[in-house]
T-cell receptor, first 113, second 112 residues
Framework: DADVTQTPRNRITKTGKRIMLECSQTKGHDRMYWYRQDPGLGLRLIYYSFDVKDINKGEISDGYSVSRQAQAKFSLSLESAIPNQTALYFC????????????FGPGTRLTVL | TQLLEQSPQFLSIQEGENLTVYCNSSSVFSSLQWYRQEPGEGPVLLVTVVTGGEVKKLKRLTFQFGDARKDSSLHITAAQPGDTGLYLCAGLPSGGYQKVTFGTGTKLQVIP
């Protein structure tokens, strides 16, 4: 079984709709992240959480919100989706420390029409 | 925001050729990582370099961290179709824990 899972894997929605992307992990890591990937822009950080009670904005948090329901679960919400939020979204986990390795889920492809 | 610029953005080469991908920043990083991402999957860590001037080899891949810890390169010898993918560098800033910054990515296609 995959260590980091994301649901759904693909989603098509319309402008103005509320969307939730979910992430679960079995690695036992405290730190979890949500990234967005667009062509030519690499991975950009949306939100990150170092433990259940800690939530931090990343570089592109506007239009997004998150919830850390448990150590293993981290959800990303788009309250009112817009077309320029069409992208590939990745959840990742990591341990703490200087040699911090990120373990990524398989991604969710979101299309906003 | 610390930026990591990768070059080239796209690279299409024949099997057996050599190539180098660059990752550059004006900021100093305490460590730098390289990830590879295949279509339909998330990035997977290849290597972490932590010392200025450090060179690490992973089979046909050679990774180097710049002396000033602001840049890195990835060299692939005798590229194979299995090397095809998106290569991402990622830097961990110095001066206390902060989040990792990812580079803009280099998309490599190796043609058989």
């Amino acid at each position: 079984d995959a260590d980091v899972t994301q649901t759904p894997r693909n989603r098509i929605t319309k402008t103005g709709k509320r969307i939730m992307l979910e992430c679960s992990q079995t690695k036992g890591h405290d730190r979890m992240y949500w990234y967005r990937q667009d062509p030519g822009l690499g991975l950009r950080l949306i939100y990150y959480s170092f433990d259940v009670k800690d939530i931090n904005k990343g570089e592109i948090s506007d239009g997004y919100s998150v919830s850390r329901q448990a150590q293993a679960k981290f959800s990303l919400s788009l309250e009112s989706a817009i077309p320029n939020q069409t992208a590939l979204y990745f959840c990742a986990t990591s341990t703490s420390g200087r040699l911090d390795t990120q373990y990524f889920g398989p991604g969710t492809r979101l299309t906003v029409l | 925001t610390q930026l990591l610029e990768q070059s080239p953005q796209f690279l299409s080469i024949q099997e057996g050729e050599n190539l180098t991908v660059y990752c550059n920043s004006s900021s100093v990083f305490s460590s730098l990582q390289w990830y590879r991402q295949e279509p339909g999957e998330g990035p997977v860590l290849l290597v972490t370099v932590v010392t200025g001037g450090e060179v690490k080899k992973l089979k046909r891949l050679t990774f180097q961290f710049g002396d000033a810890r602001k840049d890195s390169s990835l060299h692939i010898t005798a590229a194979q179709p299995g090397d095809t993918g998106l290569y991402l560098c990622a830097g961990l800033p110095s001066g206390g824990y902060q989040k990792v910054t990812f580079g803009t990515g280099t998309k490599l296609q190796v043609i058989p």
